[in-house]
């Protein structure tokens, strides 16, 4: 089995930083695409960012220039450095991976319990 860990979250003033961090755990073979989205209440899941396993990324428009993703390979996590932090970025930050298994088994998406992002105005 894996597991996502995620960790980071938490209560901030808007134009402040966050950084959240989330480690792939278990029975991997390799890591492919990771990202982050989120979702705030009453609203669907949103992409954030994704980072492909060469270090490829892509944001959503309402993050680019203030949310940079990266990632350690050797450690399976990826993480989110979030600045400039707004009222409207406040939900609930799922952290997602795409991990083979054994070398004989494609990629399955896993995802994190999620970490409660708040910014107050």
């Known amino acids: 089995q894996v597991q996502l860990v995620e960790s980071g979250g938490g209560l901030v003033q808007a134009g402040g930083s966050l950084r959240l961090s989330c480690a792939a755990s278990g029975r991997i073979f390799s890591v492919n695409d990771m990202g982050w989205y989120r979702q705030a209440p009453g609203k669907q899941r949103e992409l954030v960012a994704t980072?492909?396993?060469?270090?490829?990324?892509n944001y959503a428009d309402s993050v680019k220039g203030r949310f940079t993703i990266s990632r350690d390979n050797a450690k399976n996590t990826v993480y989110l450095q979030m600045n400039n932090l707004k009222p409207e970025d406040t939900a609930v930050y799922y952290c997602?991976?795409?991990?083979?298994?054994?070398?004989?088994?494609?990629?399955?998406?896993?995802w994190g319990q999620g970490t409660q992002v708040t910014v107050s105005s």
């Open positions: 980072i492909t396993s060469r270090n490829s990324t």
């Open positions: 997602n991976a795409a991990v083979s298994r054994t070398i004989l088994l494609g990629p399955y998406d896993y």
